[in-house]
Nanobody, 124 residues
């Protein structure tokens, strides 16, 4: 089963940018669709963005469209989330997930592997 490690979280002011990275190991990366989810205190885990195995199909939650960009590098077993124009409501723990099958919109139930999460805090 693939193992995932997220990096790149931190504290940023509103309007700023962060780039999250997710490194995959112990698995055949290209068989997985990949997704980014986030979970704020007291809230359910929600889908932020997802990308197909080839990288040709991308999904974004309405709340992040035009601000976030998901990408993947299959040669490096990496998936990224570029986050621009950050808002305080983007504050959450961000998780990277891997799914062998993916529906749109993505559901956490589709993802069999998760990273440990990385905290993103946006100050106003």
């Amino acid at each position: 089963q693939v193992q995932l490690v997220e990096t790149g979280g931190g504290l940023v002011q509103a309007g700023g940018s962060l780039r999250l990275s997710c490194a995959a190991s112990r698995g055949s990366f290209t068989i997985y669709s990949m997704g980014w989810f986030r979970q704020a205190p007291g809230k359910e885990r929600e889908s932020v963005a997802a990308i197909s195995r080839s990288g040709l199909i991308k999904y974004y939650a309405d709340s992040v469209k035009g601000r976030f960009t998901i990408s993947r590098d299959n040669a490096k077993n990496m998936v990224y989330l570029q986050m621009n124009s950050l808002k305080p409501e983007d504050t959450a723990v961000y998780y990277c997930g891997a799914a062998e099958g993916l529906r749109y919109p993505p559901s956490p139930a589709d993802f069999g592997s998760w990273g440990q999460g990385t905290q993103v805090t946006v100050s106003s």
